[in-house]
């Protein structure tokens, strides 16, 4: 009761700040928060980053790519914070063998974060049997190389899918397709080591059990994905 009473403290106080988006089927297991990377902060909301992330961000050319880097971290930390009840500046963070982030004191809770455009989003875990959890995010652009591109990341089958589109569709499709792709390969931990065209995670935003083979084993991932009217897709997956 204590635990179930903590989380929905928990999303009260992050709902006024964030927007949680609902994928039917995984809200007892997960929580996807989506976070406008535009909105200002103070010095007090700034001061929670660590010197590492800060270095990071220095290296950024760019203001507005800084600025979202700087927000969408700063996100991060906030979500986390509230979750494990844990001060945001406090939290420690290493990397995984492909560079997946995980909390050093706390490496039962699972979380990802992404970015694009002005959006980005974090997903974190609530169900402790959860061994990991990918989430991606993309904002719909033009795509010159839509053919060559779709023949390097998808399997014949989702190349089949796609050739199926109809031609205003087919850009919103191979992206949205790619989220759902991308948030399973951040699930396993392996970012691009693993070949896109190894997972077959279709192109729908339906609900489907995706089985990738890595060199640990067969893994089973459930996968949800959506389109967003504010003009981007989302997909989270779930070990």
């Avoid at 929580?31 to 992330?53: C, F, G, M, R, Y």
């Amino acid at each position: 009761m204590t635990t179930i009473l903590k989380q929905t403290v928990t999303c009260r106080s992050l709902s006024t700040r964030f927007t949680q988006l609902e994928f039917p089927g995984i809200n007892h297991a997960a929580a996807v928060w989506l976070v406008n990377l535009t909105q200002p902060k103070n010095d007090a909301e700034l001061d929670i980053l660590s010197p590492q992330e800060w270095a990071t961000a220095t290296r950024f050319v760019q203001d507005l790519h800084r600025r979202r880097y700087v927000n969408a971290h700063c996100a991060l930390r906030d979500i986390l914070s509230s979750t494990i009840g844990q001060p945001a500046r406090s939290l420690e963070f290493a990397n995984g063998p492909h560079g997946k982030p995980f909390l050093i004191n706390h490496q039962d809770c699972a979380f990802n974060l992404s970015h694009s455009g002005d959006w980005g989003v974090v997903a974190i875990g609530h169900d402790p049997h959860l061994q990991s959890i990918g989430v991606d995010i993309e904002v719909m652009r033009n795509i010159d190389n839509l053919n060559d591109l779709a023949c390097e990341v998808l399997t014949p089958a989702e190349v089949a899918e796609l050739q199926r589109v109809g031609q205003e569709q087919k850009v919103a499709t191979l992206l949205h397709g790619w989220v759902r792709k991308e948030s399973v390969l951040k699930a396993l931990g392996t970012g691009l080591s693993l070949s896109p065209k190894l997972v077959h995670a279709g192109l729908e935003a339906n609900p489907a059990k995706v089985i990738v083979r890595t060199s640990e084993g067969l893994n089973s991932i459930d996968l949800h994905s959506t389109y967003h009217p504010s003009g981007f897709s989302v997909a989270v997956a779930l070990i």
